[in-house]
């Protein structure tokens, strides 16, 4: 599972971008992919957890969790 501080969000439209911890690399949010998780929306500068899941060599945020570690 992948760690993560959102950079922006827009809760209209769904998407928006994560920064990783590890290398600082953008994630993309997608319309969706706050689905099946607690979220409904998401604040700049929020850390979450997450996995990654790649799309036409886009890495794309999946099953989001709050916080840090393995919380």
Do not use: C, H, W
């Amino acid at each position: 599972m992948a760690q993560g501080v959102v950079k922006s969000y827009d809760p209209n439209s769904g998407s928006g971008i994560v920064i990783l911890d590890t290398d600082k690399t953008e994630v993309y949010i997608q319309p969706g992919s706050l689905k099946d998780s607690i979220f409904r929306t998401l604040r700049q500068g929020q850390r979450i957890n997450f996995e990654i899941q790649i799309i036409e060599d886009n890495k794309i945020v999946k099953n989001v969790k709050i916080g840090q570690g393995d919380y």
